[in-house]
Antibody, heavy 121, light 108 residues
Framework: QLQLQESGPGLVKPSETLSLTCTVS??????????WGWIRQPPGKGLEWIGT???????YYNPSLKSRVTISVDSSKNQFSLRLNSVTAADTAVYHC?????????????WGQGTLVTVSS | DIQMTQSPSSLSASVGDRVTITCRAS??????LNWYQQKPGKAPNLLIY???SLQSGVPSRFSGSGSGTDFTLTISSLQPEDFATYYC??????????FGGGTKVEIK
């Protein structure tokens, strides 16, 4: 059974860098069958796609966040990571990691439970 | 960027009602449209992919239709466990993905 688990600090200061890791069990981040992505949800609001990575290292980012986002993959640990720099209160959200199929219609078919990150001094 | 507009943003319905949620894309996305259900405090759950294909394990009362710019999610007979927020998501634009704003289905 595939599981994704987000981890990282729950509190980040303004102007600093938010760093989260998604640990995958039950599948390999090196699989050519899937992409791996990050999605966030501010409290009481809708879903926002942040970015996606392929095992080859190819990345795709939300244009509105592109200048501040880096997603990377660590095959040796079966993890992928998110870094978002220069954060503000507007980056406070529940951050989810998820898997997408690499062929067909690219739905997010498995999700992590999400982790709340609060940006505050 | 492709924008996704859902309507209504919320609705009230009773158990047993037929419920329809609409999603409109700002340009044609063929059938690259997926639907998710999210309950409070939980991760979204994939219901429909490729506009009309039912994800494994999802009850058959859920169905999707449409292509191009206009799409519909239908719940044929609303059950108590279906009260949740529903999101559409397009995957047409070279993995530059966008979600609709969501539709909250509440108990009448």
């Amino acid at each position: 059974q595939l599981q994704l688990q987000e981890s990282g600090p729950g509190l980040v200061k303004p102007s600093e860098t938010l760093s989260l890791t998604c640990t995958v069990s039950g599948d390999s981040v090196s699989s050519s069958r899937y992409y791996w992505g990050w999605i966030r949800q501010p409290p009481g609001k809708g879903l926002e796609w942040i970015g996606t990575i392929y095992y080859s290292g190819n990345t795709y980012y939300n244009p509105s966040l592109k200048s501040r986002v880096t997603i990377s993959v660590d095959s040796s640990k079966n993890q992928f990571s998110l870094r978002l720099n220069s954060v503000t209160a507007a980056d406070t959200a529940v951050y989810h990691c998820a898997r997408l199929t690499s062929t067909g219609y690219h739905p997010f078919d498995y999700w992590g439970q999400g982790t709340l990150v609060t940006v505050s001094s | 960027d492709i924008q996704m507009t859902q309507s209504p943003s919320s609705l009230s319905a009773s158990v047993g009602d037929r419920v329809t949620i609409t999603c409109r894309a700002s340009q044609s996305i063929s059938s690259y449209l997926n639907w998710y259900q999210q309950k409070p405090g939980k991760a979204p759950n994939l219901l429909i992919y490729a506009a009309s294909s039912l994800q494994s394990g999802v009850p058959s009362r859920f169905s999707g239709s449409g292509s191009g710019t206009d799409f519909t999610l239908t719940i044929s007979s609303l059950q108590p466990e279906d009260f949740a927020t529903y999101y559409c998501q397009q995957s047409y634009s070279a993995l530059l993905l966008t979600f609709g704003g969501g539709t909250k289905v509440e108990i009448k």
